[in-house]
């Protein structure tokens, strides 16, 4: 017997969830978005002028702009965790990293963005070579080393898809403890995840094509959807080991 929901009736919740709802989740995306890219805007416009120090430079501010969004990660999954189970929730729940936990939800973006690199440095490597030779006989190569690349890091990522939930909603957990127990209940759903990922591929591509106004919509949708997975996926292991 499948104690677990299908994408179909994940998505339904996150719908009938998100009616009347959809301004206030807007909101966030939006400054959550707006915060990290006016940075990046401002600094990539300071730094303007293309000399060796500044695009360092640049490459440092935008790391440290990963690691602000690893503490709005932390209140955005806040902020969704209160609004699918019903509880009070507010655009101060964004900042609610700010407040607790700051340093672990740097650790847990430190560790996907050292994944992520791992991951693409022989496709970085190829491509950079294929940019220095430009022979089209690297075209192949560097294109199948960015699927490999992707593939690698869907297997490393899909694991600790759910440490930024689990680290609210066990406090005391530490990092290491946070990443095992990602890992613990995500074995056997990780193409349930995946799928479930895919799914949202064609509103996407609809996203792109509105010139990424569809994103004020779809991201709300995909956060909710996506919060809904991983209660089930608590109910679902509380359920096998009761």
């Known amino acids: 017997m499948n104690m677990t929901k299908t994408s179909a009736e994940l998505k339904a919740s996150a719908k009938a969830q998100l009616l009347g709802n959809y301004g206030k989740m807007i909101s966030a995306f939006l400054l959550i978005e707006c915060s990290c890219g006016f940075i990046l805007y401002f600094a990539g416009d300071l730094l303007s002028v293309l000399t060796i120090s500044n695009r360092i430079l640049y490459y440092v501010i935008e790391i440290l702009v990963y690691l602000l969004l690893g503490v709005f990660m932390l209140g955005q999954a ?3 965790m209160n609004f699918v189970t019903g509880r009070p929730f507010s655009l101060n729940d964004l900042l609610y990293g700010f407040r607790s936990r700051s340093e672990l939800g740097i650790k847990i973006m430190l560790f996907y963005i ?26 192949p190569l560097v294109s199948a080393l960015l699927v490999g690349g992707m593939i690698v890091w869907c297997i490393l990522i899909l ?16 990092f290491g403890q946070v990443c095992a127990m990602s890992r613990r209940v995500m074995k056997g759903q990780k193409a349930r995840l995946f799928y479930l990922y895919v799914s949202f591929v064609p509103l996407g591509l609809l996203s792109v094509l509105s010139f990424g106004l569809g994103l004020l919509w779809l991201y709300p949708y995909m956060q909710c959807t996506l919060t809904n997975f991983y209660f089930d996926l608590m109910d679902y292991h509380t359920k096998q080991y009761a």
């Open 114 to 139: 050292g994944i992520t690199f791992l991951c693409m440095i022989p496709f970085v490597v190829a491509l950079s070579t294929y940019a220095y030779i430009g022979s089209v006989h690297l075209i």
């Open 159 to 174: 694991p600790l898809s759910q440490c930024y939930y689990i680290a609210l909603d066990f406090p005391d957990y530490r």
């Open 78 to 80: 806040k902020l969704y």
